[in-house]
């Protein structure tokens, strides 16, 4: 009889390697298992389970940290914190991944384990990999995963089978109808073949099919067709050409897509080859790998900052914060924020409840209208690229976190977000076309935030800012709040003796109270912009309004927001939009 030859038992670094390794894996396939649901909600069209997965996917990695912490410590016990074997760790975990497809998030993953075990301030060359080392691997042709189809002959059939390759259980309203129209809104443009990724993305209420037009002149360009499941099926709503459309459809005010990718960094790579000025940390969280984007960002911003010395971070633009401190690069477009140790009059919260909001904002359905915020820890900076104003105001203002340490500056807890311009200051600076254009945003943002149960609290224009294409976002989360949270009252009838009193003298508001007819008062707009603004959206500024809203979520009405505008719908999909009027 034969025994099967037992291997000697590896040593504990290569064991600990295994074990590490093993959690990511399990990580990617409960992120997988999440991520497949995406297809069943939309063919059901469950969008409450939808919420639920999405955050659900995005907690699952602290999950899996602690179950693999947990491990860890039961197998290296009280060696678990020794540095040399962590140093070996490191290099047997390296020699086990170095083959492996998207090594760049399994050196994350392992990067988050070292990082909570030893509470890494800065970054620890010897037991960790080096941001600036992890660099993504992925290969834009996609192998397996782009499919590229010819228009020869009969664009509509090549749409037909693509259609009916994704089998969706609850069918299509009208497959032919929907071949044919995103044919011929693609023949219009000379489009005489397309690359496609195999995997649909979904997302909120849409479903979208993503790749690149091929013209008859040899150009190319981006491509995607939204998908919407109604109660009589599936249909194809959109046809989306336009670069600029597709990059805010990726944009950093976006939740994230739940798409099933075998090779993650490949169709990034893609993406970014179809989007060449998003940055490639902001295509990593999109497609739903928080951490991997946020070691990118890490990656990128530092990487700048070491090769430009001369770089200066200088306190961001526009009004103080009575909660927040800012700071950025002057030549990155990016911000880090800060919580004071102390809020100024008239904000009465802590800490914990502002840290609150940005986790609400984080786990939400962002609607397009949210600048998502990423939270770091334990960051270090060369004291000399601080400009004295900003450095200064640190140290006074934000003491509990931020500390002097030689020459450098370590930031103990901060949010790191996109850069973008205040819209108090957008409007003062911009041609009055773009002005108007800019406010008139300001209230459609402020409608979209209703319809998913958002209200911003503070509705002043520095609170809100304008991206590079133009689109009005909120950043300022101390105030935000749910909708159904609040109290919407009329400003009551002025008594004679009131009129020479100040309004917080004979106007009683309690913590919950809004009184959404004194909003114009604090917009600091010239009168003719305030006149368009309330001529367009002059319903954000009446309570019934906001009441009406607040009946329609309590009764369970979902609102659809389009993540893109009516003119690229296609010429049957657009029937009038359920909107807030």
Known sequence: MHHPVVPRPQDPAQRAAALIADGFDDYNARFSDITRRARRRFERRDWKLAQSDNTGRIDLYDVCLRETLSRLEGLLEDRVRSRPLWRGIRTAYAERIAALPDRELFKTFYNSLVRRFFRIDGVAPDVEFLAFEIVPTGDASCPGELHHHGFDHDATAVWRGIFRDLAYVNGWTDLDASAAAVAEALRSRGVVGVSMLRTPFYRERRAYLIGRAHGASGASYPVVIALTSEAAGVRADAVIVDEQQISILFGFSRSYFHADIARVGDVVAFLHALLPRKPLDELFTVVGRIKQGKTERYRQVFRHLAEYPDEELVLADGERGMVMAVFTPRGYPVVFKLIRDRFAYPKDMVRAEVEEKYRLVFRRDRIGRLVDAQE??????????????????LLRECAQTVQMEGDEVLIKHCYVERRVRPLNLYVREAQSVAAERAVLDYGQAIKDLARSNIFPGDLLLKNFGVTRHGRVLFYDYDELCLVEECKFRAVPAMRDEDETRPLDEWLY?????????????????????????????????????????????AAGEHFDVPPYPDAVRLPQAREPQQNLR
């Not at 770091?376 to 105001?393: C, G, H, I, T, Y």
Request: aromatic share 14%; glycine share 4%.
């Open 509 to 553: 508001a309690g913590r919950d109270d809004v009184f959404p007819e004194l909003f114009p008062q604090f917009l600091g707009i010239v009168p003719a912009l305030r006149e368009r603004l309330r001529a367009e959206h002059g319903e954000i500024f009446d309570p019934v309004w906001w009441r009406d809203v607040q009946a329609r979520l």
């Open 376 to 393: 770091f820890l334990r960051l270090r900076f060369p004291k000399q690229q601080f400009a004295p104003a900003a450095l200064d105001e």
